[in-house]
């Protein structure tokens, strides 16, 4: 018979020579100076989540402007800016590093390690990553940019947009470009070395497998934009002309080199998504998740296609037929690993005991809508459709079913699913499953009549339009959603802070998890794990119950969660 | 709080309603459901076509997809009495997993077929009809496609610029915002920027194309029907964009001549009278 002993198998102890014990940091500036991943991830995690609320705010204000036609609530200039900053800032400033601050926590501790591979590089992330936003925000106090996300030249050229707004923006794209590429070269390095004894490449948790892949892509795409905000730069002060087309350089240029970062970077946010995505489902259908293999072959595939679609951006730039009907194949083959995941995801679902919890809730809800978002895809990169819906309301709706019901849903299920983890506490079920009633309800209003304004002829970037083009109603339905969404996700907000102090106490495995984060103590000391197990299947958490209930004899009631005792009735 | 099959019922029942309305679009709904067309152009009209052949697929995939995610959550959801229940332990199963690979990848060859297709009419020019205005200046195509068949037709250089859109006709007049066209005839555009990217899109008159300073762009329309057909530039341009808008009033061909010769007789009126107020101005004689 075998014994906790043997399944525990200890790796040997490093022999580490101390030469003095110095007390550990404590108190508020001990936060400066760590190098700890798991509080380096709550770095990245609670800043992220801050320049969220603040996307969030500069969304609403759009939308408050966009809820009645010929409004004034805005002038050009504020609604251009806020419109530049509300995507710069959901993109590089949330959803990047929200992923990588859940990659930073919970990496180490899936595949057993003690810290990433090299924290001092860690903490230079992430402080990177802050300058860069502090960078870009400190525009408000001269001039924010107002040229969009894309900057597209030559609207971005120093002849149509003279104050500094572009450069900070430039800045902000070089200081979390080289942040992401660093920590990416980190979890690359991380996985690659430092997984448990026994964790085979087979074994390693599909949200590790999502980080590794996602830390190719950046590595292989962010050089791109930092090579072309460099020449955007050189361009607007030192006299260069790579995009001025009065002296022989090309706009079209620009578009190239920023798209071939900019579609990889959708998929640099999803990807993680769909990690988390695949570690909640199989703990709250209490099963396997079906289809490991091709759930990492069709991520591999996913990242490798996101290479070779960026002109399905360019369709209506003049381009001859044949390179739109390559970009229009590549972009809707993609549609194929990707549907491959969606049905190993409710296959996963299908025959389960599914434990309704609010991380089971949102997972359910990215799958539902980020599903939509896939089809929109998909009409999309059918060139001559794009045609008459690139630029309008149609995009708009594609993309945030893609960002919000995809990677803010399964970001939102991380928080739900970890929390407890992190913090030692649970955070409350009841308030978290209204949290998504409302952002359920809020996301479809505001995001699915955008399909029909975009078809209807309201082009993206406007910051008013006349009434006679009758598009007050669906515009108001919108607005209106996007407070219910709002307010879904200050119910989280509230969530979150009141039960850093009086959540139900979770204990070290509240879901009864398959991957070894739950095998340590909730939140887990510095040094992570005493011992580490030796791993010998991709769900080790379950081999562990599974002896401790052969030694023991007591049964470990796979579809009981140990935390339901703790928490307090009426919460 | 469990996931109540009230809640169950009354999601089923919003999918429902939101498939049927796909499906069974009335003709009113039909506005909200597809793009614009209705210009008597071909390249809208195969457009609209086009997009609901997609919009049928989608519709079956969509459908099914939330079909089986809702069953799966209402059906297999932990009951109270399922104290033990253990789940299924599947893992995987090989011929599934083939099964629905090859079946994504069949939908998308379909969507790629009918696609290809619709691309024709969508992309080349039409002939332009019995009535149609007669040729003025040289006829282009969109970058490879070709040209228009006949000699009929008409090009207008299109000139975008911050915020404002100059037509310029073959015979020398010219027009702001407002294109005249004369009904039956295959317009050519010939687009380009003096200062930032444009894009000119007329949602009943077909897709829009860019207006990139350093390159010539080109589309067309062939309006069948006389009226105004209301656009506007579909690429961030500064702060005048939303302000940017652009009409093209279709007309009969004669009143179309007429209107073009006026125009530019008005035009040459208008030089003529600036030109001798410059030099009654002038302090040099």
């Known amino acids: 018979m075998a014994t906790v002993e043997t399944a525990l198998q200890t790796r040997p102890r490093p022999q580490i020579v101390a030469h003095e014990a110095r007390p550990e940091p404590s108190g508020w500036t001990s936060w400066f100076t760590t190098v700890d991943h798991k509080r380096i991830g709550i770095l990245y995690m609670a800043t992220a989540f801050v320049f969220f609320l603040v996307g969030g705010v500069e969304a609403l204000l759009m939308r408050t402007q966009l809820g009645t036609p010929e409004n004034s609530f805005l002038d050009p200039a504020t609604y251009n800016s806020l419109m530049t900053m509300h995507g710069t800032t959901m993109i590089f400033l949330f959803v990047v590093p929200m992923m990588a601050g859940f990659a930073n926590y919970f990496v180490p501790l899936q595949i057993g390690a003690r810290d990433m591979a090299f924290p001092r590089l860690n903490a230079l992330s992430y402080w990177l990553f802050l300058m860069g936003g502090v960078v870009f925000y400190a525009s408000l106090f001269y001039s924010p940019p107002e040229a969009g996300w894309t900057m597209y030249t030559p609207l971005s050229s120093s002849a149509y947009s003279s104050g500094g707004g572009v450069d900070a923006w430039i800045f902000l794209i070089h200081l979390t470009g080289i942040s992401s590429i660093l920590g990416a070269l980190n979890f690359y390095v991380t996985i690659a070395n430092m997984r448990a004894p026994g964790m085979g490449w087979s074994r390693l948790p599909l949200f590790c497998w999502t980080i590794l892949t996602f830390a190719i892509l950046i590595v292989l795409a962010l050089p791109t934009i930092a090579a072309a905000v460099t020449l955007l730069l050189t361009d607007r002060h030192f006299g260069t002309h790579f995009f001025d087309p009065t002296e022989g350089g090309s706009p079209l240029l620009w578009q190239h080199l920023f798209w071939f970062f900019g579609h990889p970077e959708v998929y640099i946010m999803i990807l993680p998504a769909f990690g988390i995505i695949s570690e909640v489902l199989p703990v709250f259908a209490r099963k396997p998740i079906f289809g490991y293999k091709a759930i990492v072959v069709a991520t591999v595939s996913i990242a490798f296609l996101s290479l070779l679609v960026w002109a399905h951006h360019m369709f209506t730039t003049p381009i001859s037929t044949v390179v739109l009907s390559f970009f229009f194949l590549s972009s809707v083959v993609i549609a194929v690993p990707t549907g491959v995941k969606v049905f190993n995801w409710i296959a996963t679902l299908w025959r389960g005991t599914i434990v309704m919890k609010t991380p ?8 539902a809508f980020f599903t939509l978002g896939g089809i929109s895809g998909v009409i999309l990169a059918i060139f001559p459709l794009d045609w008459q819906l690139h630029d309008t309301y149609f995009v708009i709706a594609h993309f945030h079913y893609v960002l919000v019901a995809g990677a803010v849903n399964a970001i939102l299920a991380g928080i739900y699913y970890w929390f407890p983890k992190i913090t030692g506490r649970m955070l409350n079920d009841t308030l978290g499953k209204i949290s998504f009633w409302f952002t359920f309800v809020g996301f479809n209003a505001t995001f699915l009549v955008q399909h029909s304004l975009g078809m209807d002829g309201m082009v993206r970037r406007i910051y008013e339009y006349e009434s006679s083009t009758g598009w007050g109603d669906l515009n108001l339905i919108s607005t209106i959603g996007s407070y219910i969404l709002g307010v879904g996700v200050l119910i989280t907000v509230v969530n979150i802070v009141r039960s850093l102090k009086r959540g139900a106490v979770a204990g070290p495995d509240p879901w009864k998890g398959n991957t070894l984060e739950w095998f340590t103590e909730s939140p887990p000391p510095p040094n992570n794990f005493d011992v580490v197990p030796y791993v010998r299947s991709v769900e080790p958490m379950k081999d562990i119950r599974r002896q401790v209930e052969r030694d023991t004899g007591s049964p470990q009631r796979e579809t009981e969660l140990t935390y339901e005792e703790a928490e307090p009735v009426g919460a | 709080m469990p996931f109540t099959s009230r809640r169950g019922l009354l999601a089923v029942a919003l999918l429902a309603v939101a498939a049927a309305s796909l499906l069974f679009a009335p003709a009113a709904l039909a506005d909200y459901l597809t793009p614009e067309s209705g210009g008597g152009s071909r390249n809208a009209e195969d457009i609209d076509t086009l997009f609901k052949w997609v919009l049928y697929v989608a519709a079956v995939v969509f459908v099914g997809v939330e079909g089986t995610l809702l069953y799966s959550i209402l059906r297999f959801r932990k009951r109270k009495r399922q104290r033990d229940a253990v789940a299924a332990q599947i893992r995987g199963n090989t011929s599934l997993e083939i099964g629905w690979t090859v079946g994504a990848a069949l939908v998308l060859v379909v969507i790629t077929v009918v696609t290809f297709i619709k691309l024709p009419g969508i992309k080349n020019p039409e002939r332009t009809g019995p009535g149609g205005a007669t040729a003025g200046g040289p006829l ?48 050519i555009l010939n687009l380009f920027s003096q200062d930032v990217i444009h894009s000119w899109w007329i949602p009943k008159l077909g897709g829009k194309m860019d207006a990139t300073p350093g390159y010539r762009n080109k589309t067309w329309f062939k309006v069948t029907k006389e009226g105004t057909y209301r656009g506007r530039c579909a690429e961030l341009c500064g702060r005048g964009h939303a302000e940017m808008l652009a009409y093209v009033k279709a007309v009969s061909p004669t009143e179309y001549r007429e209107w073009v010769g006026r125009q530019k007789r008005l035009i040459e009126q208008a030089n003529r009278e600036a030109a001798q107020q410059r030099r009654t101005l002038s302090p040099i004689q």
């Open chain 1, 360 to 367: 089971l809730y949102f997972a359910a809800g990215f799958i």
């Open chain 2, 140 to 187: 282009f195509a969109t970058i490879d496609q070709p040209n228009p068949p006949g000699d009929k037709g008409l090009t207008i250089d299109v000139n975008s610029q911050q915020y404002l859109w100059r037509y310029a006709y073959p015979n020398g007049a010219y027009a702001y915002t407002t294109m005249i066209v004369p009904t039956h005839t295959t317009v």
